[in-house]
């Protein structure tokens, strides 16, 4: 439960993110549109023409009486439809990032810089070699996706248990893909390979979980997975740091710890000195220093003259 609540966590991390940077959020606006256009048409094409593929595809039913020719072929000019709809959810993060490569990869980029004081992993890898890497494993993906698709789809007609909990579990599949595909972004240029993650990802379903289902069920909402695109990057970019291990941005190289052993934190010029007492320790300043003692310890050059006994 810890990590369903983590997961949705990082959701709204990176939702928060995108809002803070207008820039990167209009530009990372831009694949979900293209995409969005190209499932509509190819929906719209499915409504228009679907039910005269049915009849074409179905030539047996031609003699058969009515209405069971028109109930016949209009179940199955639904269930086209449904299943046109579950794979148009399935693939369209799939197909975003694809499109998107160079947007997403830029968010994702700007994301690690901020959070990581200026630094960000990078791949060394052409662009079209990413394009090539990132199309392989989506399609990878897609067809995992399509298998567990078509596989929920016939366990659907499961009376009672195909309109109740295979619902919930095709949600819960749906949305672990997302993830998937998701942190693709960061990962690759991170040079993770796919069993890479997805050994991770299985290590942490829940997380997996907590962050992709409930883009999935917003997904279901006509234009809102444009919307949430940009702040999903985001999103994943902040997990695959925290399941990387990679803290937020480092401490200035200044700064230390004192321990049971005597430190001098760096400062201006040069200067060299001995401090007296075990564990003594001596502040940086503008000034050089002497002194004498055991476990005396300083860095950095100083400035001026000064004494310790």
């Known amino acids: 439960m810890r990590d369903l609540g983590a997961g ?17 959020y209009g530009w990372g606006l831009l694949p979900g549109l293209i995409t969005l256009v190209l499932y509509a048409a190819a929906l719209v094409c499915l ?40 794979l148009a959810v399935l693939t369209f993060t799939a197909v975003t990032l694809l499109i998107g490569q160079p947007f997403y990869e830029s968010l994702s980029e700007e994301v690690d810089r901020a ?39 016939a366990l659907g007609f499961i009376p009672f248990v195909g309109q109740t909990v295979i619902p919930v579990i095709g949600f819960f599949v749906t949305g672990y893909f997302l993830t998937e595909e998701l942190t693709s972004v960061a990962w690759q240029r991170r040079n993770r390979e796919v069993r890479e993650r997805l050994a991770v990802l299985r290590s942490r379903r829940g997380l997996a979980w907590g962050f992709g ?22 999103g994943a970019t902040l997990m695959v740091r925290e399941l990387e291990g990679e803290s937020g941005a480092p401490e200035p190289a200044h700064a230390q710890t004192p321990g049971p052993e005597a430190q001098w934190p760096a400062a ?6 001995q401090a007296q007492g075990q564990g003594a320790q001596w502040p940086g300043a503008h000034g050089q220093g002497q002194g004498q003692g055991q476990n005396a310890q300083w860095s950095g050059p100083q400035h001026g003259q000064g004494w310790t006994n």
């Open 47 to 86: 409504g228009v023409w679907g039910g005269d593929f049915i009849s074409w595809s179905t030539p047996f039913a031609d003699d058969w009486t009515s209405p069971w020719q028109g109930v016949f072929r209009g179940f199955l000019t639904a269930v086209l439809f449904a299943l046109a709809l579950l």
């Open 115 to 153: 959070e990581s004081g200026g630094h960000a992993p990078e791949s060394g890898l052409s662009l079209m070699r990413e394009l090539w890497i990132s199309a392989r494993d989506s399609l990878r993906l897609l067809m995992r996706a399509v298998l567990w698709g078509i596989l929920l789809f």
């Open 268 to 273: 201006y010029g040069q200067g060299q000195g």
């Open 8 to 24: 949705f966590g990082y959701l709204m991390k990176g939702q928060r993110w995108v809002a803070q940077h207008g820039k990167q």
């Open 213 to 234: 289902t409930p883009l999935a069920l917003a997904f279901l909402v006509p234009f809102v997975a444009v919307f949430l695109m940009p702040g999903a990057v985001a």
